[in-house]
């Protein structure tokens, strides 16, 4: 079955993409409320401010998280080192 075997390679890439872009967007999310924070009244600066930072910190866990779940996976076999880029070389049998 060659189709069982591409889809349980992808599960933990999709996983780890999922956390990869979860993320890039919270933590983009976060520096949007930070530097919003900087205008406005003082009171909603600050509101805006730590939910801004709280949010950032989600997304750089995120991040790291798939960072961390891609190495791990790598050592324990679960995804395989992409190949070398095709070079147009036909190998000799």
């Known amino acids: 079955m060659p189709h069982a075997a591409a889809r349980?390679?992808?599960a933990p890439l999709s996983r780890i993409f999922w956390s990869l872009q979860s993320g890039i967007v919270?933590?983009?999310?976060?520096g949007g409320l930070m530097f919003v924070s900087s205008t406005g009244d003082a009171e909603v600066a600050t509101f805006l401010h730590g939910v801004?930072?709280?949010?950032?910190?989600?997304?750089?866990?995120?991040?790291v998280s798939a960072v961390v779940s891609y190495v791990l996976s790598q050592r324990l076999g679960l995804v395989r080192t992409p190949p070398a880029r095709y070079s147009g070389?036909?190998?000799t049998p």
Not at 26 to 30: E, R
Not at 53 to 61: K, Q, S, T
């Open 8 to 10: 349980a390679m992808g």
């Open 52 to 63: 801004g930072v709280v949010v950032l910190m989600i997304g750089i866990g995120f991040t």
């Open 89 to 91: 070389d036909v190998p």
């Open 26 to 30: 919270l933590g983009a999310l976060g």
